[in-house]
């Protein structure tokens, strides 16, 4: 048996008996007898017989609809799993149900220093305004609504508008370069787009006026421009002043219940080919998904501060505002973490008396590295950290104990835009180990499997999969006919088991480690991106004749990321280049994603079949043995590897 690791956090008896999941237990046991011992009992019999657990759910949280359900799944074998078909609802709908007046429903901050607080009248008020001008437009249920946004009050009050018609949400940040707004948008065809004219970043405001223009000009299902206007520059006749909407008559506000399965929003993440999967999920799975997780796992009480670090283009900014679903305040933070230095988000966690504080593994990392002391500060109330966006290594875990606060719950969590939700996450009745994700979630059949298909042993690496459906997975790809990219994304390697691309092991302790991706996906300050748009970027320089790009990860949650380019017959790799490389990826994608170095190569490997070789070339560069790696045979131009062999015995 290995080593345990050090023990950094155990929960107080009051910390169990006050938990949502001790509640939840006793009233398992008390209406429908069903008598767990503790959480890996429990987690047993939600993944065993799943579909008790989630038909429960709809009792244990009131769940308000109409219709009626006569299976809770549709079939057991994934991917096209549909659940409780009939049922009709709307997630906005249980939002409000949560209102308070005794406190607010939003507090607002910006790295400027503005606060502003919003009230569940005043929300209320924003929502239903907005939801009469929707209607006023004709949008109904499964119109999309995409907006190109910062993380302020009106962009939720605004998804929630969208919400309670049943309309589709989607959206991206303004720090998105044109084309990576314009592949995501293009697949949905909005009637609408919701933008602001400039935003602030790290001191600096960005005219996105030009961006918007192109946007909507390349996209013709947009019919109506709505922009929330700071730049005091004068609007467009075309565009609709979004203040003007809000300087409207108040008017009742509705709530339009769809299927349980229905559309809700629409987020992206990359492959290695084409444009990025517009990954939609449906209005009942993201509600009972985020219920379990809020209430749970991440232990959200009634009256709680929640805060995670996000922009309006990151699937943790669709996870905040399901905090609301727990009876809590959410926090909007609009600007860069580290403005103007990295305790600036821990300032406003001890003045906004945050309760639960979110944010990525690479910022808790870039405060260690800093020399950051977060404990010099009131933090109180300060009661969890979440940690997610990439793996958080053990000197992470350390940190967090010796320099933030002694007594607070770590939650690493894992799980991604494909659920927009965690896997494996929080679990407030045990104990936290340094450098582990404490649990499975529930109804979360997550496993470790060997490439042939066989349950690894505990303390062994394997790929993580999941093996029973669950409601947050994906109910389609947008314009996906016959679910072609959905199973060519989760379901190509272990046919109707979801393969999700990491590598992990799960402990004797039943705790998880995570390793980093084992496909090809960009996964950089938790923001991921596939190949394929690195490769678009590159498209526009007439030098360049291939390439290839990976990102390994290494210990202490460092990343590399070099990128290898053939050029054209004549050209010469030189500085202006590479200078231009890195600015035609930073403008059209992300500044996340520039490569750490740029690499000149004669040829880039390919199949047989026409596919790049990437998961074999990091695996390569990982120092794996290449002869297990990749048979040559099944090379068109096997020589090329040589380079790589090469290239990974001098790095």
């Not at 008598?35 to 017989?49: E, G, I, N, P, V």
């Not at 799993?81 to 997630?91: A, D, E, R, T």
């Not at 933008?195 to 223009?213: C, M, N, R």
């Not at 007439?542 to 790009?549: G, K, N, P, S, Y």
Request: hydrophobic residues 35%; proline residues 7%.
């Amino acid at each position: 048996m290995k080593p345990v690791p050090p023990l950094q956090w155990k929960p107080t008896e009051m910390v169990k008996a006050n938990s949502n999941l001790t509640r939840f237990m006793g009233w398992l046991a008390q209406n429908k007898g069903i008598h767990c011992k503790d959480y890996d009992a429990l987690w047993q019999w939600s993944c065993t017989d799943y579909e008790k657990f989630w038909s429960f759910l709809l009792e244990y949280f009131n769940i308000k609809s109409s219709g009626a359900w006569q299976t809770v799944t549709s079939q057991h074998d994934m991917p096209g799993v549909k659940w409780f078909s009939g049922l009709k609802l709307n997630y906005a709908e249980h939002v409000f149900e949560k209102a308070s007046p005794q406190r607010p429903a939003i507090i607002a901050c910006s790295e400027a220093g503005n606060t502003k607080e919003v009230s569940w009248d005043e929300l209320r008020d924003q929502v239903s305004k907005l939801q009469r001008y929707l209607k006023s437009i004709g949008i109904k249920p499964g119109d999309r609504i995409a907006a190109f946004l910062p993380n302020i009050p009106e962009a939720s009050a605004t998804f929630l508008a969208c919400n309670s018609l049943g309309a589709v949400w989607s959206s991206c940040s303004p720090d998105f370069g044109t084309q990576a707004v314009l592949d995501r948008f293009v697949q949905i065809e909005p009637r609408v787009l919701v933008a602001v004219d400039q935003y602030q970043y790290a001191g600096k405001s960005f005219d996105k006026t030009p961006v918007i223009e192109e946007v909507a000009g390349k996209i013709p299902s947009i019919e109506k421009i709505v922009v929330i206007h700071t730049s005091g520059k004068a609007l467009p006749p075309h565009y609709t002043d979004y203040q003007n909407i809000l300087s409207g008559e108040s008017a009742p506000l509705t709530f339009e219940r769809v299927d349980f399965n229905d559309p809700m929003w629409v987020l992206y993440s990359s492959g290695t080919t084409g444009l990025p999967k517009p990954i939609t999920h449906s209005v009942g799975g993201m509600l009972l998904e985020q219920l379990k997780y809020v209430h749970f796992h991440q232990d959200v009480h009634p009256g709680e501060r929640c805060f995670w670090f996000t922009t309006t283009g990151w699937m943790m900014w669709n996870y905040l505002h399901g905090c609301w679903l727990g009876g809590a305040t959410i926090v909007l933070y609009d600007g860069s973490p580290a403005w103007p230095n990295l305790l600036s988000l821990w300032r406003l966690a001890a003045e906004q008396r945050i309760t639960h504080f979110g944010t990525s593994a690479g910022f808790i990392l870039s405060c260690m590295k800093d020399g950051i002391r977060p404990s010099q500060l009131p933090l109180e109330s300060m009661r969890s950290i979440g940690s997610t966006g990439s793996t958080l290594p053990p000197e992470g875990f350390d940190w967090i104990y010796h320099h933030v606060k002694p007594d607070v719950w770590l939650t690493s969590m894992s799980g991604g835009t494909d659920v927009c939700s965690a896997f494996v996450g929080g679990n407030p009745l045990w104990p936290v180990y340094e450098g582990e994700i404490q649990c499975r979630a529930l109804a979360c059949s997550l496993e470790a499997w060997s490439e042939d298909a066989t349950q690894v042993a505990p303390d062994e690496e394997g790929e993580m999969v999941i093996t029973k459906p669950m409601p947050c997975m994906p109910v389609y790809f947008w314009n996906d006919k016959d679910f072609k990219r959905y199973r060519e994304s989760y379901f190509e390697i272990y046919p109707k088991v979801w393969r999700h691309g990491d590598w992990i092991k799960i402990t004797e302790r039943k705790g998880i480690v995570i390793y980093g991706r084992s496909d090809a996906t960009l996964n950089r300050g938790g923001v991921r991106i596939g190949t394929s748009e690195i490769y678009r970027a590159l498209d526009l320089l007439t030098e360049v004749r291939d390439a290839l790009i990976v990102c390994i990860e290494k210990p202490g949650g460092l990343f590399y990321m070099p990128l290898f380019v053939a050029l054209k017959s004549g050209e010469v790799l030189t500085t202006d280049l590479k200078t231009r490389i890195n600015g035609a990826i930073r403008r059209q994608y992300s500044p996340r994603h520039v490569p750490d170095e740029i690499i000149e190569v004669k040829d880039i490997p390919y199949t047989l079949s026409g596919k790049k070789t990437e998961m074999p070339v990091k695996k390569i560069l990982m120092g794996r043995d290449p002869a297990k790696v990749i048979n040559r045979d099944t090379l068109r131009n096997p020589e090329s590897l040589d380079f790589f062999i090469s290239f990974a015995g001098k790095h």
